[in-house]
């Protein structure tokens, strides 16, 4: 599909003229840099500036963004030098061109051996750590990076094929968890889906057969739910914009995974989306939906009062529906529909900082494992826990106040102690799950209450500690605390 810069501007229509001009300006000077170059796939080189803007366009993205997105190959594949950019844009779009630039600067140093997943790892290691600092600078960054892979993955298939499994697996170890953890979960989904073939391709080959026409069958039904859906909310006059979503495939994969390769247990192949209003319409419908269709005990997900750890909302519940079957029903408003498919641009979006680097309080996650990384240095540990940090699953507990804290899974409460206070950490001796005393390296839940049993007379955090601990918030507190009383074992 060909893009120009006029279809972007039209989406662009929440942005002024003069920063509609930048854009225009930006599209010129990318054009006249990358004038004769092509692509792998043929294509003029500058389309795939356009799709990388276009995307973020849909995201609602600033115009510094999007002109640093039309820019961001100009230094890379081109002569033009940063100061010229500078010059014609000023500093910030500079920087970002710059940031875009060093992080897709990480190329394998010599060949991998076959089998020889050494490079690979140390390559993935330094990704990383860039990345994420790259994030921590400005998380803008990371948005034009992640949305110029989901282009380059759409045209792989024009480069050799031991390069474009490299790219895909890198895609799905590194970028689609970023996404993910950034909310964006619409894009996390797309860029699954465009590797999984090459990473897995039985596992790819097996699940589109186990699924065969099901998701045909599937649509074919909830647009019957819908239909039902539609008429009972004019009734009840809530407007409401309601469609099917088709659960992605890599999810599909992992889900049935879970659930012992039974097909039949996936509810949400399909789903319907109800989009309306407001939050208390969200209850309203739900309790509409409840009237009509009896819902599956333990299936009412309420991420509203509860979001997500990456900050996701939404009412989920699974219905004994028309002709007895069982489907899954989601509700939200406008706002967490394009906060859950466009995360954090969304969300700059909708808190009028448009140009702001300011993170919401569920990233706030990313500041703080910033400022370890600067306290400690990028040595393996704070590598292993940063992976553990950002690419394991997220649990959330609670206080004993109701305060929520995000944790990676298989978190103790040695580690729920240190993300309260390193006060509560060091001086920690016992916890309480829900009431009950537990030992202090057992496995937290999500939704756990959890309360710290601390004593000033406790000798304070003990060495062994560092074999049970999953963030790298505990384990750095731990080692700090052990440091000072003269413990200077690695
Ligand atoms: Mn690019």
Redesign the pocket.
């Known amino acids: 599909m060909k893009r120009n810069i006029n279809q972007i501007l039209k989406i662009a229509n929440y942005l002024n003229p003069e920063e509609k001009n930048l854009i225009k300006k930006a599209f010129q000077f990318a054009q006249e840099a990358h004038a004769g170059q092509k692509r792998l796939s043929g294509e003029p080189y500058i389309q795939?500036?356009l799709h990388?803007a276009y995307y973020l366009t849909q995201m609602k993205a600033d115009a510094s963004t999007l002109a640093a997105a039309l820019l961001?190959?100009v230094c890379?594949v081109t002569d033009t030098k940063l100061s010229k950019v500078r010059q014609s844009f000023g500093s910030q779009i500079a920087q970002l061109v710059d940031g875009v630039t060093k992080l897709?600067k990480v190329r394998l140093k010599g060949q991998a051996a076959e089998g020889d997943d050494a490079p690979y790892i140390q390559n993935q290691i330094e990704n990383l750590r860039k990345m994420f600092l790259a994030m921590a600078a400005d998380l803008r960054v990371v948005l034009i990076r992640l949305v110029?892979r989901l282009?380059?993955m759409q045209t792989l298939y024009a480069l050799p094929k031991e390069k474009a499994r490299r790219i895909a697996r890198e895609t799905l170890e590194i970028y689609a968890p970023l996404a993910h953890r950034l909310g964006i979960g619409e894009l996390k989904g797309q860029l699954e889906d465009l590797a999984f073939p090459w990473v897995l391709p039985k596992e790819y080959k097996w699940t589109k057969s186990l699924v065969g026409d099901k998701f045909l069958e599937r649509d074919r039904y909830i647009k019957k739910v819908i239909k039902v859906l539609e008429k009972e909310l004019k009734k009840a006059k809530i407007p409401a914009q309601i469609h099917g979503r088709a659960k992605h495939l890599f999810s599909l994969y992992k889900k049935l995974l879970k659930y012992n390769k039974d097909i039949t247990k996936i509810y949400d192949l399909v789903a319907a989306r109800i989009i309306v209003g407001t939050v208390e319409e969200c209850y309203q419908v739900l309790g509409l939906i409840h009237a009509m269709w009896k819902p599956l005990p333990g299936r009412i997900k309420d991420y509203i009062a509860m979001p997500k750890p990456n900050g996701y909302r939404s009412l989920h519940t699974t219905v004994f529906c028309l002709e007895g079957k069982i489907a899954e029903i989601q509700i939200r408003t406008r706002q967490m529909h394009d906060e859950a498919e466009y995360g954090i641009a969304a969300h700059f979006y909708y808190s009028h900082k448009k140009t702001a680097k300011a993170l919401p309080s569920h990233l706030s996650w990313v500041k703080e494992l910033a400022e370890r990384q600067r306290e400690f240095g990028a040595g393996i540990d704070f590598i292993k826990t940063l992976k553990i940090d950002i690419f394991s699953d997220r649990i959330f507990v609670f206080t004993p106040k109701g305060d929520v804290k995000d944790l990676p899974e298989g978190a103790t409460p040695v580690d729920f102690a240190y993300a309260i206070h390193s006060e509560v950490g060091d001086t920690c001796c016992g916890a309480k799950v829900n009431g009950k005393m537990v030992s202090i390296d057992s496995k937290l839940n999500s939704g756990d209450m959890v309360e710290i049993v601390t004593s000033k007379k406790a000798s304070g955090p003990k060495r062994d500690w560092l074999k049970f601990v999953k963030t790298s918030l505990a384990r750095s507190r731990i080692r700090r605390n052990l440091r000072e009383k003269g413990d200077n074992k690695p």
Request: net charge negative; glycine share 10%.
């Open positions: 795939h500036s990388t961001h190959d890379e897709g110029d282009h380059n």
